[in-house]
């Protein structure tokens, strides 16, 4: 199975069964209102912090469900069956997990902005890499992290939390301090805390790439 049927594939799916995808977006949104109403304190601020702790959470519930919803209806097996090499399966599935990451970002951005009465004004190139570059890491480590929980053994179990733990320090935090940058019209400020985030998702993206087979083995 190629790279464009396994990323395609995964996109019917979400769409085919969203109640995942839904609960995600509802969990943005109530997020987002949970901390309007709890912390009024300088719109952008709070803003940047609701903006992406309800993309990390939201988005992390999507990540680890897909990986164990295919192993769960056998899915996952058919396609290690396939020609497909494991670390194409995986790169197609980081791939589809950024698009549906994506648009739910478009969502709780647009949500977010509005409720906050951000001004977007000069924040728009730093906001944009500051998306770019986040969702880049969340989908990359959330997918590793899925691949992990579905087939990890009681032993290995502690590790996909372990991952998730270790993307609130280096992409969490420094997406939310991109963001605020940006909302401030410093672009060059928010360029300089995506180096975390980036450097996790490549740090990531190597080690799948020497261990995605023996994990995907398992």
Request: aromatic share 8%; proline share 3%; charged share 15%.
């Amino acid at each position: 199975m190629s790279f464009a049927a396994i990323v395609g594939k995964d996109l019917r799916l979400e769409f085919r069964r969203p109640e995942t995808l839904l609960a995600a977006f509802l969990l943005g949104l109530g997020v987002l209102l949970a901390l309007r109403l709890a912390l009024p304190a300088d719109p952008r601020a709070t803003g940047a912090a609701a903006i992406w702790l309800a993309l990390f959470l939201s988005g992390t519930l999507v990540l680890l469900r897909g990986f164990a919803r295919e192993h769960e209806d056998g899915t996952l097996d058919l396609l290690l069956l396939s020609r497909a090499s494991r670390w194409g399966i995986f790169t197609a599935k980081a791939a589809a997990a950024f698009v549906s990451l994506g648009l739910l970002a478009a969502f709780v951005t647009a949500v977010g902005v509005a409720m906050y009465e951000i001004d977007l004004g000069l924040s728009g190139a730093g906001l944009a890499a500051a998306l770019a570059v986040g969702l880049f890491a969340l989908a990359v480590l959330g997918t590793y992290a899925g691949a992990l929980s579905a087939r990890a053994r009681d032993r290995q179990a502690l590790l996909p939390a372990v991952l998730v733990a270790i993307g609130l320090f280096t992409i969490l935090l420094p997406c939310v301090s991109a963001t605020l940058h940006a909302f401030f019209g410093e672009t060059w400020g928010a360029l300089a805390d995506l180096r975390f985030p980036a450097a996790t998702g490549l740090a990531v993206l190597a080690l799948a790439a020497v261990t995605i087979d023996r994990v995907l083995e398992e």
